[in-house]
């Protein structure tokens, strides 16, 4: 089995700082694309940032130059760091990851459970 479990949510004030963690772990060969996704309350889950495992980067453009992916050396883990922290930036943030079981199998996207970040004003 996979499993993908993100860390690092709270309540920040408005301005600061939080960085989230998520790692993959279980039967995996490899694994492609990682990113993130957020749902705020009332909204369609939306796409935050991808990083390729080559480390080519794609951001939403409501965090661009406040948010920034990277990826572990062991390639199985991925981070956001989020910085200038809005209200608007409230919502539950979800780590996904491209994963292929075998060599010869197909890329599933596995989620994890999410992680909760609350900006207040």
């Known amino acids: 089995q996979v499993q993908v479990v993100e860390s690092g949510g709270g309540l920040v004030q408005a301005g600061g700082s939080l960085r989230l963690s998520c790692a993959a772990s279980?039967?995996?060969?490899?694994?492609?694309?990682m990113g993130w996704y957020r749902q705020a309350p009332g909204k369609q889950r939306e796409l935050v940032a991808t990083?390729?495992?080559?480390?080519?980067?794609n951001y939403a453009d409501s965090v661009k130059g406040q948010f920034t992916i990277s990826r572990g050396n062991a390639k199985n883990t991925v981070y956001l760091q989020m910085n200038s922290l809005k209200p608007e930036d409230t919502a539950v943030y979800y780590c996904?990851?491209?994963?292929?079981?075998?060599?010869?199998?197909?890329?599933?996207?596995?989620w994890g459970q999410g992680t909760q970040v609350t900006v207040s004003s």
């Open positions: 996904y990851a491209q994963i292929s079981k075998t060599w010869y199998g197909p890329v599933d996207n596995y």
């Open positions: 279980g039967t995996i060969f490899s694994i492609n694309v």
């Open positions: 990083i390729g495992r080559g480390g080519n980067t």
